[in-house]
């Protein structure tokens, strides 16, 4: 952690508050210039609203399983409630009003069941969690397939489309920020604590169950958030699309960029986008070198891209002068 | 009033009873020992006071500001709110965390701001972080680790490890401070340096202390009264001199009848 983190400002607009907002901004104005300028295509224009999900996705989990230590492959259930609410309510309300109802009830709603899965599943370790959370998400979606509203396997379409690149920034930006303050706080440290040593934590007074479920239910949010913003950019959504596999995929970015480092979960994201868009070219190979990539990197960083560890201005200065360096070596 | 008043406390896993009808009675201020040969169930009777198990039968009482409280069968972090921290025999630091994070988990409870101060930074995070930064850093200049906050507590050399252990006890504001074995693995300079600061922290905090300990060099020299287990019983206590003397003691610890050995 480096000094500037860790001192905190007295006043309101401390200034690594500051800092992080231009860089944001920045970012956004780049991407933004980008597709006014056509350099990004139609085509990479839906590539980078799935990063943006993906983030929302897997920063959500990675405070679940990398952050608290709690192993869940349940992470598309809760997707697919937020999708399905939003749905329903955009497509009786088809305005800009009707798609923020329904994103604020894609949030509560999966929060709330993320709470009735919590509360008894949390009990359970390691790889009993672990299946406990899959038969959940199998069991929602199951309820999907079978429910009349939901119109059963064939999903739902036609949903009105409001999600853009602003409002696709906006709420990934929010969500990284957010979760990165929470685990700034004493309640984000209570979570880390659990993840190190959970009798150690409630011995020094952390109710290790509550903070367990509060993970749980703020990861569940953030994808039931994701599934909104999913669910109204793409127009349809099946049953099938929040299987087990999207929770895999999910769980692939956390552990790849590194479970307990949240600018990992960022990156990521956008690494596999990438190299899932280049392999576009091999067609029938695309996910046998996909899943061969992968391999490779985990065993040359079993911790992830970037292992606990999140970017900072300090270890870009380090990145900065270690590359400057070896110019100068070479010269 | 006793601090702690501990009657009957029984502990039994299965068929086997690892404490039996343990009777302790610590007042305000004291420094006691707990001490027996390995497998007594010193370290099951800690494990009962700060609830990581509940107790078969008995009672546990601690009286706090003349409010009298029931540990038994409490969770730990509601003793720990209670007024009760321990250290434990094998280091249980939160190792992948930086020495500063270790101290200021464990003053989670005394923090009052919510989960949306948490996300939003709000005016109310910014004061309470900064006392609690601050109280860390105080708590941390005391032990002489204010260098090493930054460290993470897993590269620690093992002795500053069981120091930052005390620390973050001391961090939870306790009435009652328990430690395991502070001593273990340290060698003989480093043991009379620990002996010093525990009487020190006593002292400082206004601290109650029960301390488990092998090391006679430590429990003779600072311990007012000691208790003696044996086979999950207590079998003595007494002041160190009494307990010196003490026949079944001896025969506890060297064996029956040594003369015939």
Not at chain 1, 176 to 181: D, F, G, I, Q, T
Not at chain 2, 18 to 32: C, W
Not at chain 2, 68 to 85: E, N, T
Not at chain 2, 230 to 239: E, N
Request: some cysteine; hydrophobic content about 50%.
């Amino acid at each position: 952690m480096d000094t500037a983190t860790k001192a905190v400002g007295t006043n309101f607009f401390n200034r690594p508050t500051v800092r992080k907002l231009l860089i944001l901004i920045a970012i956004y104005i780049v991407v933004q210039v980008l597709i006014w300028t056509d350099i990004l295509s139609a085509y990479l224009q839906v590539t980078l609203i799935t990063i943006c999900i993906n983030i929302i996705l897997a920063v959500g989990l990675n405070l679940i399983t990398g952050f608290t230590g709690q192993f869940s492959l349940g992470h598309a259930g809760f997707m697919s409630i937020g999708a399905y609410t939003c749905a329903l309510i955009t497509m009786r309300m088809p305005t800009i009003w009707g798609f923020l109802i329904g994103i604020v009830a894609a949030i509560i709603l999966a929060g709330i069941v993320g709470l009735i899965v919590g509360l008894p599943t949390l009990r359970l370790r390691g790889d009993y969690l672990a299946i406990a959370t899959l038969g959940f998400a199998e069991i929602i979606r199951i309820i999907f397939v079978n429910l009349d509203i939901t119109n059963g396997a064939a999903g739902l379409s036609g949903i009105p489309q409001f999600v853009n690149w602003p409002w696709m920034f906006f709420f990934t930006a929010g969500t990284v920020m957010l979760v990165s303050n929470f685990l700034k706080s004493t309640h984000g440290r209570a979570c880390v604590s659990i993840r190190e040593d959970e009798i150690a934590a409630e011995t020094m007074g952390v109710a290790t169950t509550k903070y367990k479920v509060t993970a749980f239910i703020i990861g569940s949010c953030f994808a039931g958030m994701a599934g909104a913003l999913y669910a109204s950019y793409f127009y349809v959504i099946k049953p099938e699309f929040f299987g087990f596999m999207k929770s895999i995929d999910i769980l692939i970015i956390v552990v790849f960029g590194g479970l307990g480092s949240l600018s990992g979960s960022v990156l990521a994201a956008v690494v596999l986008a990438i190299i899932s868009t280049l392999l576009q070219s091999f067609a029938d190979l695309r996910m046998v070198l996909y899943a061969l990539l992968l391999i490779v990197i985990m065993i040359f960083r079993p911790q992830g891209l970037m292992g606990s560890k999140e970017v900072s201005v300090a270890m870009l200065k380090k990145v900065g002068k270690s590359l400057s360096f070896k110019k100068k070596e070479r010269g | 009033m006793a601090i702690l008043s501990v009657s009957k406390l029984t502990k039994t896993f299965g068929g086997l009873t690892a404490v039996s009808d343990i009777n302790i009675e610590i007042e305000r201020g004291e420094l006691v020992g707990l001490i027996g040969p390995n497998g007594a169930g010193k370290t099951t009777v800690f494990n009962l006071l700060t609830g990581i198990y509940p107790p078969t039968s008995g009672h546990i009482i601690l009286n706090h500001d003349g409010n009298q409280k029931q540990l038994g069968g409490l969770r730990p972090d509601m003793i720990s709110k209670a007024g009760l921290a321990r250290t434990f025999q094998n280091i249980r630091l939160f190792r992948e965390l930086s020495v500063l994070d270790n101290v200021r988990i464990a003053m989670h409870q005394n923090i009052s701001y919510g989960l949306l101060s948490a996300f939003l930074h709000l005016p109310s995070y910014v004061r309470e972080e900064k006392r609690v930064l601050d109280e860390s850093l105080k708590l941390l200049d005391i032990f002489d680790l204010t260098s090493k906050q930054d460290e993470m507590a897993n590269n620690l050399p093992y002795g500053e490890q069981r120091r930052l252990e005390i620390i973050r006890a001391l961090a939870t504001n306790p009435e009652l401070l328990l430690l395991d074995e502070p001593a273990a693995g340290m060698n003989p300079a480093e043991t009379a340096q620990l002996t010093s600061t525990i009487a020190q922290i006593r002292e400082q905090f206004g601290l109650t202390i029960l301390l488990i300990e092998h090391d006679m060099s430590v429990v003779m020299t600072i311990c007012e009264r000691i208790y003696v287990m044996d086979y999950g019983k207590l079998i003595a206590h007494g002041t160190p001199n009494e307990i010196k003397s003490n026949p079944r003691v001896i025969e506890a610890y060297l064996g029956e009848d040594v003369n015939n050995a």
